[in-house]
């Protein structure tokens, strides 16, 4: 082996993995401003038909919209670095707790698609191009199993919404 190829592998995975930071910079920055340049702001848009006009701007208040716009953006960027995600508007819980109860299935649905792939790859004699061609209709498959997991699982958990309706039986013994 020359010298010449030596290290190329590990400073092409360290180029990528650098190339990382910059992406995400742009994503986070993309998703700032798309967020403040559409119709209206982030809480009428969450909560609009459900407060009336005084506790909406109390809670944009809250929130700091009313800011300059460079500020917020500086603030939301060092939230994010430090994994603040704030809360979400609706239920006033921390989004990364979201993030952590729901990134399971996601996590679960992206290294079952990896396996099976990785699997029709090696094992099937499949090549790039014929998993290419499988990837849609695995990847539906996948997904749809998970979505279907995932349905099963919430259908068995009461959520706040149940848990504050009354029993049938407690209303009929009444």
């Known amino acids: 082996m020359s010298r010449a190829g030596s290290g ?4 092409y995975i360290l180029q990528r993995i ?6 995400i910079w742009v994503i986070l920055t993309l998703v700032f401003f798309i967020l403040r340049v559409a119709p209206g702001d982030p809480v009428s848009a969450a909560l609009g038909g459900k407060l009336n006009a005084q506790a909406l701007e109390q809670r944009r208040e809250a929130l700091g919209f009313n800011r300059p716009l460079i500020a917020q953006y500086w603030d939301y960027l060092s ?7 704030g809360t979400t508007f609706s239920d006033n819980q921390p989004v990364l707790h979201v993030i952590r109860d729901n990134g399971g299935a996601t ?10 792939f990785s699997g029709l790859h090696e094992f099937g004699e499949v090549t790039g191009s014929e998993a290419l061609e499988l990837a849609a209709p695995l990847a539906a498959l996948v997904y749809g199993a998970g979505f279907a997991l995932l349905y099963l ?6 959520t706040a919404r149940r848990a504050a309706e009354p029993a049938p039986d407690a209303e009929s013994a009444g």
């Open 18 to 23: 650098l190339l990382v930071i910059p992406m």
């Open 153 to 158: 699982r919430d259908a068995r958990r009461p």
């Open 107 to 116: 996590l679960t649905l992206t290294v079952a698609a990896f396996l099976i």
């Open 79 to 85: 939230s994010v670095i430090h994994l603040d995600f």
């Open 8 to 11: 190329s592998l590990p400073r």
